[in-house]
């Protein structure tokens, strides 16, 4: 299978597979008025399967959301056909407004205009703690 | 410090630090009689608990300043819909200081970040109470003279009793100190608990369901209420809440120096021939709790 290759874009690569449409709507990616490919079960020699998007423009991406729903994933920044920039994404220390609390009992299911913060509890089990009640976000 | 929020806010050095503060107000009140004269409180109190607001209140009156406040959210504008930022902008124009309970957890971490006052949390839901924390260190301290080298007794419902959770937080950061864990299996310690408190620290801990077992090894027998208000199911609440019930047959192989406390109120938990015992130090531990948070409201408005 061939997709066109972009001139001037973004690629998200080592997306983990079957985890690219999920990406791609927590980016938003479908309010941009460019083209955007989603390429799923790629082959990969390093993962096996993998997903990739494309992103045919260059635009702010949001890494804290890429971090958090795969740290494994690649960012390549292409301009003019060439690879200008390749770098990691990491597991963000503080995440906002990107999950909700689940817990009853906690502020954020009652206050008004509070951002919903969850801070990096155990950076080797991928864990995160709301910031208010502490409640661990279950997977 | 500007607010007590989580008893993790306070270093060890804090904490020693009140508490000389706390044993000085007990030995020479008078010298503190006026330090907060022309100062205000404010206990804003969104659930009730009597007890914690008249500590807070009987605290700032025997520092000779006053208190506003209320003890119930229907006689807040919070019944009006008010947010917990706009409550606690509005009370930081009326008070030097504000000291908060809410049923919902985090509530006091929000109104911190929006006051121009201290604020202490005085119990979020079932989250945290560090002034009760305070209070059992206080009187830990008193009674025992030490910190360190305890085997502390935990006993009833250590799932969702904040006491018990903030008590092992706070005790972990000393040398030797081992825990005897007892608790229906409906209402054992949650792993997080285990995993990133005790076991991080290498605390030595041991889980029953027997009160008698451990017994006579115990330095502290900390007991604690089923709380009704934590249970979504009415009927586990009638099944768990008396499943201990502390008496003076249960205390025979305990050591002649135990110290016996409970955060209160009580209900069954402790037969009321355990007040006889000299063992028995939860009501002084209640007035140790008055004497704490003067401390603690001198620190947080740095009054020396």
Same mark, same amino acid.
């Given at each position: 299978m061939n997709i066109d290759s972009i001139k001037n874009g973004i690629v998200i690569d080592h997306i983990q597979a079957k985890k690219g449409l999920e990406i791609y709507n927590a980016l938003n990616l479908g309010e941009l008025d460019c083209s955007v490919a989603i390429i799923t079960n790629a082959r990969s020699e390093k993962m096996g399967k993998k997903d990739i998007i494309k992103i045919d423009k260059n635009i702010d991406l949001n890494l804290d959301i890429l971090g958090y729903l795969d740290s494994n994933i690649t960012i390549n920044i292409i301009k003019d056909d060439k690879r200008i920039e390749k770098y990691h994404v990491k597991l963000p220390k503080q995440i906002t407004n990107i999950i909700k609390c689940q817990n009853p009992r906690c502020i954020t299911s009652i206050e008004r205009k509070l951002d919903q913060i969850f801070i990096l509890s155990d950076e080797k089990k991928k864990k995160y703690r709301c910031k208010y009640c502490e409640t661990l976000k279950e997977d | 410090m500007k607010n007590l929020i989580d008893i993790k806010d306070l270093s060890i050095e804090e904490i020693e630090e009140l508490i000389k503060v706390a044993k000085d107000i007990m030995q020479n009140p008078e010298k503190y009689? /006026? !330090?907060? !004269? $022309?100062k205000k409180l404010a206990t804003l109190f969104f659930e009730p608990s009597t007890r914690t607001r008249l500590s807070f209140e009987a605290a700032m009156m025997e520092l000779g300043g006053n208190v506003i406040g209320f003890s119930d959210a229907q006689s807040s504008s919070t019944s009006k819909g008010e947010s917990v930022s706009d409550t606690i902008q509005v009370v930081g124009c009326y008070s030097d200081i504000i000291a908060m309970r809410h049923p919902k957890e985090g509530a006091p971490l929000v109104a911190a970040m929006k006051s121009t006052v201290p604020i202490i949390n005085a119990g979020d839901g079932g989250h945290n109470h560090p002034t009760q924390t305070l209070t059992d260190l206080l009187t830990i301290a008193c009674e025992k003279n030490r910190l360190d080298n305890l085997t502390i007794g935990v006993c009833g419902d250590l799932k969702f009793g904040r006491t018990v959770h903030s008590l092992i937080t706070a005790m972990?950061? $000393?040398?030797?100190i081992k825990f005897v864990l007892i608790s229906p299996e409906e209402l054992k310690i949650p792993e997080y608990i285990k995993e990133e408190i005790l076991e991080k620290n290498n605390i030595e801990y041991i889980e029953t369901?027997?009160? /008698?077992?451990?017994m006579e090894n115990l330095d502290i027998l900390y007991m604690t209420r089923v709380q009704k208000e934590r249970f979504f199911n009415e009927e586990d609440y009638l099944r768990l809440k008396d499943y201990y019930i502390l008496n003076i047959n249960k205390l025979e192989k305990a050591k002649k120096d135990l110290c016996i406390m409970h955060p209160l109120p009580r209900v069954n938990e402790i037969a009321t021939e355990v007040d006889e015992d000299d063992r028995a130090c939860y009501f002084k531990q209640a007035k140790y709790g008055k004497y704490i948070r003067m401390a603690l409201i001198l620190k947080l408005l740095k009054i020396s």
């Open positions: - | 009689s /006026e !330090k907060c !004269k $022309y972990s950061r $000393y040398k030797n369901n027997d009160i /008698e077992e451990k």
